[in-house]
């Protein structure tokens, strides 16, 4: 078998080792791929949603305010069948004093990967409820302070509101409408009319893609409102409702923490634990949407020039960063071996020269300079010292680029400029050739004018680099010395 | 064994020795198996265009986790042991026996390996131990903060206090390139080293001979606020063994070596930030060579939120190059780069979002001899040499990017201006990406870019380029995914490159 066979051999041995230790692997954990993290449906989904099959629909938009017509067909004097179709009357805008703990002025509301959009077809007052007729959240949210799950439906079933509106929820087949207005389907049930049998619209709420316990909050005597806002004085309850991470953070602390009361916690006490599509401690990417930081989290939100600001937030603190991301998401970029094209875009191979003299982006973030740039420069010939001696010069000429004196364009101006640049290409003896001191280079001394008067303490922790350029018993070093 | 052979058998020991910790084991445990595989196919030519080679590159990594030890997964705040680690091929098939065979010195290439693998990282970490106080990670770990990427092999220790701080201390020895399943990605730059087993002392005598590097470092840092954080860290590595310091192999002069423990590097570094949600933030750090006595970096940024979609910022960075302790280009002048940008990042919809800013540089300029004792030149001609009446060699630059997400799909644009004396570049990218019925991914770049490297006007070019990428989501986090680019310019004619990519996951 000849070498060049041989590695072939090796190659292709390695692939189908490694391929098949991967699918063995994929094997002993076999399971049905689920439709992208899609949580499967609960049978409790279904109880809340349609009597009876129904293709899902678009919540219909709020309806205009009742006119005169509409009121004196209701069946029900003095109930104004418009309400409860948005959180105020109206639709009108909504304060913030209303909204949850830790939500601003002007929020879009709760994040999407978090509290997936909702499908609300039903019409609730929870104003008049509340005031008018003096119940608590626990009357119709009767799993609320029990709860110890995001799987758990907490909106009311339709058998809760039997008692008071004449309905007899009991067969989602068979419901049986009240005998006044506030017991006709459509009464609550939006999109309702006569003949549609007992086919209402689908509602759905689906569950959070977070951890929560709301008995644990319960028991310490954290009631609704801290986490939900003034419900109270709303008539529709939206996803706005929900809780903002800023809210909660008023009690929980997000690192890890030694004891620090109760409420101390990690990200995974909230948040789903288990990598995304790129890794992390936590679960950041849902059919709905990907978590992204908030502005206000460390200053992180990942804006499109997040790529040229990111070391502002990793070199300050790499673990709030590892809370979402793995090391080969970051080492991908910083100890890679595909070029990522976001970053060094389009012809780089050619382009990069430019970019690295002009030191736009540090090589050094990702390089190193003297292994990764300098071996590739050697082995296409872009040294001094390397192999490879066909290729042609890469500086303009010598007279104009090294010889003395110093004139306009001299490398030395480069060399100040982006030292980088230089230590790229050469190693520390295309250097001394010229710049060793005499009897070893040519002399040209490169150090800066305040050199002598630190040069001492350098030599004392590290003597090497002075012996490269100085004999150990040269004159000029008895200065260091 | 033979050295082709020493890739697989060291994954499959890998996987071998890990396999206990797997499903089946214990019900609790999080296992978790992936792997990254690219094939890359391209060619790269000198700049003077006689010099070609064929990049055939294969790179893959395995990583095995196991979280949840403890089998206590209910309980985020009670104490949680894991282990994770990953390893890396990294082949380059275009390369030449003749280019890693120090017996052939007239086509060694120093440094260069076809085949090399190595742990990225192997350790087991535990945390909020003894009530939340104990933290600590023993094995292959990487360390980011204010001083870089940084790798050893060792142990760290870190303990969270209930007043807001933490203290961390590690030891070991540094990551080192030619060393046992290392590279040489996280020495400090300057030092060209490596393995020179089987090099004639004479040959290429600039390559250093690897050793231990013995490291350690501290970190004080904040803990617990949700709006500030702080990192205070230092760290220290030395250099051992022989070095040689005579690099001239033409007989100049005979070899010499300096041996002994000498320092590489000792730096401090510190870096905050603080955030005020509705009014804006802070951010800073910087990082202090003991060594050369010098700041290398300081940098600052701030952050004010103008309202609730536009923020506007000043960021500020100072750079001056250092490097390993060894190395002799500490000692050669080098002038600092001060940044200073402003931009402005403005999230339009839910869904869109734009980013714009622009940045000037001001490279530090040499306007006198440096040196009046000792001339720059010691054939008398320092009189002749030029020096620019200006202190400060300015260039410019901008950058605009756009962004517009939805459901499985995004779309975008990136934009980067930079002018200079000595060369400028100016493009755009636009690109896209979208995922059919949540498993056909599509992927579509396309790009004009535009340098002048004044310098060189040879190498002046107007550069297009395309992308097209095809790929398919075996299941969750696992994706083949094939692409093909097509560059188009005067200096390369028309190049192309295959890429192959599989992904693939597999959790419990």
């Keep these: 078998m000849t070498t060049k066979q041989g590695k072939s051999v090796g190659a292709i041995a390695y692939l189908v080792l490694v391929v098949a230790l991967v699918l063995a692997a994929c094997t002993a954990f076999a399971q049905d791929p689920p439709a ?35 009121e004196a067909q209701a069946w029900f004097t003095g109930v104004d069948v418009s309400s409860g179709q948005s959180p105020l009357p109206n639709n009108g805008p909504m304060p913030l004093k209303l909204l949850p703990p830790g939500a601003f002025e002007q929020d879009r509301g709760p994040s999407a990967a978090i509290f997936p959009p909702q499908k609300l077809t039903l019409r609730f007052n929870h104003k008049f409820h509340v005031e008018q007729q003096k119940l608590q959240c626990k009357t119709c949210h009767v799993g609320a302070i029990t709860s110890e799950s995001v799987n758990d439906r907490l909106t009311p079933k339709g058998t809760t509101c039997d008692s008071c509106h004449g309905t007899t929820h009991d067969d989602l087949s068979r419901v049986t409408p009240g005998s006044d207005a506030s017991g006709k389907c459509n009464f609550c049930h939006l999109g309702y009319k006569e003949g549609d049998g007992n086919l209402v619209a689908k509602f759905d709420i689906p569950r959070p893609n977070m951890v929560f316990n709301h008995k644990k909050h319960a028991v310490r005597n954290i009631n609704c409102q801290q986490c939900h806002g003034d419900v109270q004085e709303l008539e529709l309850a939206t ?43 936590i679960k950041t990417a849902f059919p709905t949407g990907a978590m992204q930081p908030p502005r206000w989290l460390h200053n992180s939100q990942h804006t499109p020039d997040f790529v040229q600001r990111h070391k502002y937030v990793a070199a ?61 420069h ?24 090294s010889d003395p004196p110093r004139r306009p364009g001299h490398h030395s101006f480069e060399a100040n400029r982006n030292l980088n640049a230089c230590v790229s290409c050469h190693i520390e003896r295309d250097c001394v050739i010229c710049h060793g001191g005499k009897g070893i280079g040519g002399g040209f001394n490169p150090h800066s004018g305040s050199f002598v008067a630190g040069c001492s303490t350098q030599f004392k922790r590290n003597p090497r680099p002075c012996y490269v350029c100085h004999d150990p018993g040269a004159a000029v070093l008895q200065r260091c010395k | 064994m033979s050295p082709r052979r020493t890739p697989s058998f060291l994954l499959a020991s890998l996987v071998g020795a890990l396999a206990p910790f797997v499903p089946g084991a214990a019900q609790a445990l999080e296992p978790e198996v992936t792997s990254d595989t690219s094939a890359q196919f391209y060619d790269v030519r000198s700049p003077t265009g006689e010099t070609v080679i064929a990049r ?29 680690a990953r390893m890396r091929y990294d082949a380059d098939y275009g390369g030449t026996a003749n280019e890693t065979n120090p017996g052939n010195p007239s086509g060694v290439v120093p440094g260069f390996e076809r085949g090399p693998v190595d742990l990225m990282y192997g350790y087991v970490e535990g945390r909020r131990y003894l009530g939340g106080w104990l933290g600590f990670k023993v094995g292959r770990q990487y360390v980011v903060d204010s001083l870089g990427w940084w790798s050893f092999d060792g142990g760290q220790v870190k303990i969270t206090t209930p007043l807001y701080f933490a203290v961390e201390a590690y030891g070991g020895l540094e990551q080192r390139g030619g060393m046992p399943l290392s590279t040489p990605r996280f020495e400090r730059e300057g030092i060209w080293r490596g393995d020179r087993t089987g090099y004639d002392p004479a040959l290429y005598p600039s390559f250093q001979p690897n050793d231990v590097a013995p490291a350690y470092g501290a970190a004080l840092e ?41 320092i590489s590097q000792e730096r401090i570094g510190y870096g905050f930030d603080g955030t005020l949600p509705d009014i804006g933030g802070v951010k800073g750090g910087l990082a202090y060579d003991l060594y050369n006595a010098r700041f290398a970096n300081l940098y600052a940024s701030i952050d004010a939120y103008a309202s609730r979609k536009l923020t506007l910022s000043v960021d500020y960075d100072y750079y001056v190059p250092t490097f390993d302790a060894d190395s002799i280009w500490n000692f050669f002048l080098a002038m600092p780069m ?155 004619g028309q190049r192309f490159r295959g890429m192959l990519w599989l992904s693939m996951a597999v959790t419990k």
């Design chain 1, 36 to 70: 992208d993290g899609a949580p499967a449906p609960s049978t409790e989904d279904a109880d809340a949603g349609a009597v009876e099959p129904a293709p899902p629909q678009p919540a219909p938009p709020p309806a205009p305010p009742a006119t005169a017509a509409e």
């Design chain 2, 222 to 262: 904040s803990a617990g606020f949700t709006w500030l954080h702080g990192r205070l860290t230092y760290r220290r590595v030395n250099n051992t063994g022989a070095s040689n310091v005579s690099e001239f192999a033409n007989g100049l002069r005979q070899p010499v070596s300096y041996s002994g423990t000498r």
């Design chain 1, 378 to 401: 050697q082995r296409v010939g872009v040294s001094m010292s390397g192999p490879v001696k066909d290729s042609g010069r890469f500086h303009p000429p010598k007279s104009e680029w």
């Design chain 2, 56 to 84: 055939r590159r294969l790179t893959t990594t395995l990583g095995v986790s196991v979280y949840d030890l403890h089998d206590t997964p209910d309980d985020p705040t009670g104490p949680s042991l894991s282990f994770r």
């Design chain 1, 316 to 376: 300050n603190d790499s673990q709030f960063c590892a809370n979402c991301h793995k090391e080969e998401f970051c080492t991908a970029c910083h100890d890679g071996r595909v070029r990522p094209r976001n970053i060094h875009p389009n012809d780089y191979l050619n382009m990069h020269a430019v970019e690295g003299r002009l030191a736009t982006q540090k090589c050094t973030s990702c390089h190193r300079e003297q292994s990764f740039c300098l071996g590739c």
């Design chain 1, 239 to 281: 996803r706005d409702q929900m809780p903002r991470m800023r809210g909660c953070f008023g009690c929980h602390q997000h690192p890890d923490a030694a004891a620090r009361g109760e409420a101390k916690a990690t990200c995974e006490t909230c948040h789903v634990k288990g990598g995304g599509q790129e890794g992390g401690r």
């Design chain 2, 338 to 492: 001060n940044d200073l940008g402003v931009r402005a990042s403005w999230d339009a919809t839910d869904h869109l979002a734009f980013s714009a800013g622009a940045r000037a540089r001001a490279f530090g300029v040499q306007t006198a001899n440096e040196n009046v004792s000792s001339p720059t030149a010691p054939n008398g001609l320092p009189d002749a040499n030029y020096f620019p009446k200006s202190s400060l060699d300015l260039m410019g630059g901008g950058n605009l990017a756009a962004r517009w997400h939805f459901g499985e799909g995004a779309v975008g644009a990136r934009s980067n201006a930079d002018v200079a004396k000595n060369g400028e570049r100016l493009g755009i990218d636009l690109y896209g990406e979208r995922t059919l019925e949540t498993r056909f991914v599509l992927s579509a770049r396309a790009g004009v870019w535009q340098w002048n490297d004044k310098l060189r006007t040879d190498r002046d070019a107007v550069s297009f380029q395309y992308v097209a990428g095809v790929g398919y989501k075996l299941w969750q986090r696992s994706l083949v995914f094939v692409d093909f680019e097509h560059d188009m310019n005067r200096i390369a």
